[in-house]
T-cell receptor, first 110, second 116 residues
Framework: GQNIDQPTEMTATEGAIVQINCTYQ??????LFWYQQHAGEAPTFLSY??LDGLEEKGRFSSFLSRSKGYSYLLLKELQMKDSASYLC???????????WGAGTKLIIKP | DVKVTQSSRYLVKRTGEKVFLECVQD?????MFWYRQDPGLGLRLIYF???????EKGDIPEGYSVSREKKERFSLILESASTNQTSMYLC???????????????FGEGSWLTVV
């Protein structure tokens, strides 16, 4: 079957670092996306990984290991505005349809 | 700036009513999608369209239909609304890309539908 797993909820402190994990089992693989979604708003694109390794983009980094079916999103110097849900999605080989995880709700405390 | 616009943010409909959710994108994207989002379940694909007048069923098409008469507009139709269709509906669009292009999906603001 096809499955994407992420923790349901995480809590972190302002200024700290947090790592959100995503594991996947899909019939094909054509890249992994991370999206951010604030409550009541549309998801917005954060990152895309298709090759193994770390992609850094400012305070956010995303890592992929295709052999392990594993990715993580790393958020540094956390700010209150980072409180949101973070969605992991995998693009499969055929017709680029995305399989979505249920999302991780990140709560930032002062 | 990229724009996907959904016509209604909040709707309340009665069981059995026909419901139309409209979505318009201004990016000349070929692909358009309708998802529903429920707590703990993530985004589930209802229908998608590769191009004008083309449509394909997603994972949960039962109880829904779609229409794509113009490239920029993709409509979701609930023929006879039921309470289990109470949800948040997200429209999205994308230009198909080659592998490794990381072609991004752009989402609308979402439509919160309550069926009573």
């Amino acid at each position: 079957g096809q499955n994407i797993d992420q923790p349901t909820e995480m809590t972190a402190t302002e200024g700290a670092i947090v790592q959100i994990n995503c594991t996947y089992q899909t019939s094909g693989f054509n890249g992994l996306f991370w999206y951010q979604q604030h409550a009541g708003e549309a998801p917005t694109f954060l990152s895309y990984n298709v090759l193994d390794g770390l992609e850094e983009k400012g305070r956010f980094s995303s890592f992929l290991s295709r052999s392990k079916g594993y990715s993580y999103l790393l958020l540094k110097e956390l700010q209150m505005k980072d409180s949101a849900s973070y969605l992991c999605a995998v693009s499969q080989d055929s017709n680029y349809q995305l399989i979505w995880g249920a999302g991780t709700k990140l709560i930032i405390k002062p | 700036d990229v724009k996907v616009t959904q016509s209604s943010r909040y709707l309340v409909k009665r069981t059995g009513e026909k419901v139309f959710l409209e979505c318009v994108q201004d990016m000349d994207h070929e692909n358009m999608f309708w998802y529903r989002q429920d707590p703990g379940l993530g985004l589930r694909l209802i229908y998608f369209s590769y191009d004008v007048k083309m449509k394909e069923k997603g994972d949960i098409p039962e109880g829904y239909s779609v229409s794509r008469e113009k490239k920029e507009r993709f409509s979701l139709i609930l023929e006879s609304a039921s309470t289990n269709q109470t949800s948040m509906y997200l429209c999205a669009s994308r230009t198909p890309g080659t592998p490794f292009s990381g072609n991004t999906i752009y989402f609308g603001e979402g439509s919160w539908l309550t069926v009573v």
